[in-house]
T-cell receptor, first 110, second 112 residues
Framework: QQPVQSPQAVILREGEDAVINCSSSKALYSVHWYRQKHGEAPVFLMILLKGGEQKGHEKISASFNEKKQQSSLYLTASQLSYSGTYFC???????????FGKGTLLTVNP | NAGVTQTPKFQVLKTGQSMTLQCAQD?????MSWYRQDPGMGLRLIHY???????DQGEVPNGYNVSRSTTEDFPLRLLSAAPSQTSVYFCASRVTVGAEQYFGPGTRLTVT
């Protein structure tokens, strides 16, 4: 079952902030975040694990609420290079599947 | 390391034809997966494997077959192509659960 992402799309000006949300109805072991540029493969940003461990890029921040099975990705002081589609992926505690949401299209304008 | 490689990059099939999309990784990753990407649908899991000889179905497995005889290779077979299988296919691998997943460059498949 795909996790649910919101919003579907967001438009920013350079320097503005954005939050992308991800939620699941299943008990999660981890939440992954990836960014995809048009015509390219998704690229890893961050993983948040049950229990509080985080792995990923220093300039990206995210949170994982284990009680609510929700995660948020925080993009601060956005740059033009942040433009792309952001996907959250979830791993359930009971199996090894990594399933992704439908994505959030982020556009950063000058 | 070459990472995750996929062949071909582009393919056009006629309805009813069969073909195999190739995927290989040289990182000794146990976990490998196939996804399809369609506009507005995100990345949907087709099949996945947690090691040589072990495969399981994802969200959209119908019309596709997989096998995993080696750690390195995870081919995806289309048994009888249909226009609904027109999509971009990504292969991915990761060393274990809770680890970064690496994606291949993708195969763009068109079924006419």
């Amino acid at each position: 079952q795909q996790p649910v992402q919101s919003p579907q799309a967001v438009i920013l000006r350079e320097g503005e902030d954005a939050v992308i949300n991800c939620s699941s109805s299943k008990a999660l072991y981890s939440v992954h975040w990836y960014r995809q540029k048009h015509g390219e493969a998704p690229v890893f940003l961050m993983i948040l694990l049950k229990g509080g461990e985080q792995k990923g890029h220093e300039k990206i921040s995210a949170s994982f609420n284990e009680k609510k099975q929700q995660s948020s990705l925080y993009l601060t002081a956005s740059q033009l290079s942040y433009s792309g589609t952001y996907f959250c992926g979830t791993e359930e505690g009971s199996n090894y599947k990594l399933t992704f949401g439908k994505g959030t299209l982020l556009t950063v304008n000058p | 390391n070459a990472g995750v490689t996929q062949t071909p990059k582009f393919q056009v099939l006629k309805t009813g034809q069969s073909m195999t999309l190739q995927c290989a990784q040289d990182m000794n990753h146990e976990y490998m997966s196939w996804y399809r990407q369609d506009p507005g649908m995100g990345l949907r899991l087709i099949h996945y494997s947690v090691g040589a000889g072990i495969t399981d179905q994802g969200e959209v497995p119908n019309g596709y077959n997989v096998s995993r005889s080696t750690t390195e290779d995870f081919p995806l077979r289309l048994l009888s192509a249909a226009p609904s299988q027109t999509s971009v296919y990504f292969c991915a691998s990761r060393v274990t659960v809770g680890a970064e997943q690496y994606f291949g460059p993708g195969t763009r498949l068109t079924v006419t």
